[in-house]
């Protein structure tokens, strides 16, 4: 799907604001409500926009250790395998596969190095993980709020 300039500026103000409303954003772009409206559900239905949500502050909820840990594993093991041992982890809040050496890498956020380490700890007794490589992240430097990707096969946003 091509994007106009409007659309553009739409899909920049719903990052900004995922609550905004059809007027406030078409205040904003020169249109009416309901044409921000019919512009916002086509952008939904071509896929462009996947949903809306909120956005927490990690460190809001106590959770102030944030690593990325490379997974290093068993044989052939398939990413369906991977996603599905990870995915019981609700420190771990994404992870994708990689080329090169490491089969994966996994984003954890925990309260402290202690609660980092025991997910750690869960994540190496996982059967198809042969060792892992870990690290902290001191600070960040740049993120892109609202640009996450593409969905997994089976994940919903909205």
Known sequence: MRLDPVDERIVALLLEDGRASFAEIGGQVGLSAPAVKRRVDRLRQAGAVTGFTAK???RALGWTTEAYVELFCQGKTSPATIR??????????AACTLTGEADALVHILAADIGHFERVLERINAEPYVAR???????SRLLERPGLTGQETPGQTSG
């Open 56 to 58: 927490v502050d990690p």
């Open 84 to 93: 599905a041992g990870v995915a019981r982890f609700p420190e771990v809040v």
């Open 132 to 138: 892992t490589r870990s690290s902290l992240v001191l």
